[in-house]
């Protein structure tokens, strides 16, 4: 069950991921052609953030290819901190993309270049924006299904195209209102979101390499599944930390003293199947047996 489980997430994972590739090959020569024959410098730079759009793909689909790797003697953990890498790379592209567009834009203002509007310039913005955004939540949903902090972040990059492309549209109108620098102060804008969105996203990674616990809210279902086993009479020292979309627990439960080894081993396996069954995560547990003693209650 628990590799069916990670099986299937994948599958969705590069199903959507497969998606945004032609997503991004297609946006990605349209915007450039059309930048070209008009002369938007705008346009070309965005169909060049769709084309680092490609990269993230690329990394996600590497970070599930190798991070789903059995475990093996090298890495009894598995390979899921390859994912975390993946996510923390996307996190880079995205900071460096959104560092360049502020810098490009800020060189456009310099140099006081003023641009012309144009139609097409419109219609492809407007295009970029609306499928980039329904790429953004799709790959939003099913990061979060997943658990992939690599394809969440990827869902971000696909957001920040979806960005930057608004900030051509408005460069378009604000020329179209005869400010010129519309488009170059729009860009500044998106470009600190990015930033931050990939900032962000390296906290997270930064935290999990940390061995930090799993959040809060998969906790308390965690001890909810625990506390409704009838044969656990009480439980302690629960640990827990996460290896890319995995959870690693351990805990010591307490049981009926007069239970024969058998019993108390079925009483624990159980508990594994109860929670790879109720928790969305892939689960990995370690339970140590203890028998229900004063001496050793908690």
């Not at 500044?188 to 799993?214: H, K, N, Y």
């Not at 629960?238 to 079925?266: K, N, W």
Request: net charge negative.
């Amino acid at each position: 069950m628990h590799n069916h489980k990670i099986e299937s997430a994948n599958r969705q994972i590069r199903f959507v991921t497969h998606v945004g590739i032609v997503c991004n090959i297609v946006l990605s020569a349209v915007k450039v052609g059309v930048g070209v024959l008009v002369g938007s410098i705008a346009l070309v730079a965005d169909g060049i953030h769709s084309l680092s759009d490609m990269a993230t793909d690329f990394a996600v689909l590497l970070g599930v290819h190798f991070g789903s790797k059995q475990a093996d003697e090298s890495h009894p953990y598995g390979h899921g901190r390859i994912e975390t890498f993946a996510a923390a790379f996307i996190a880079l592209v995205l900071t460096i993309g959104g560092a360049a567009m502020i810098y490009y834009a800020a060189l456009d203002i310099a140099k006081s270049n003023i641009r012309v509007a144009h139609t097409a310039v419109l219609v492809v913005a407007i295009i970029s924006i609306i499928s980039k955004e329904l790429l953004y939540m799709l790959t939003k949903k099913v990061a979060i299904k997943s658990h992939s902090s690599a394809l969440y972040a990827n869902a971000w990059h696909h957001r920040s195209d979806a960005l930057s492309s608004i900030a051509v549209l408005i460069g378009f109108v604000s020329l179209k209102f005869g400010f010129g620098y519309g488009d170059q102060i729009a860009a500044v804008a998106v470009g600190l979101m990015i930033i931050l969105v990939g900032t962000r996203v390296a906290g997270d990674c930064v935290r999990e390499l940390t061995e930090s616990a799993v959040d809060a809210d998969t906790i308390e279902h965690i001890k909810g599944v625990i506390n409704a086993s009838p044969s656990i009479r009480q439980w302690h020292k629960l640990r827990s930390r996460m290896v890319g979309r995995e959870v690693f627990l351990d805990l010591h439960i307490l049981v009926d003293p007069a239970l024969d080894v058998s019993t108390a081993h079925e009483i624990s396996e159980s508990l594994e199947n109860a929670l790879h069954e109720q928790i969305s995560r892939p689960v990995n547990i370690t339970v140590h047996v203890e028998p229900d003693m004063p001496e050793l209650r908690k």
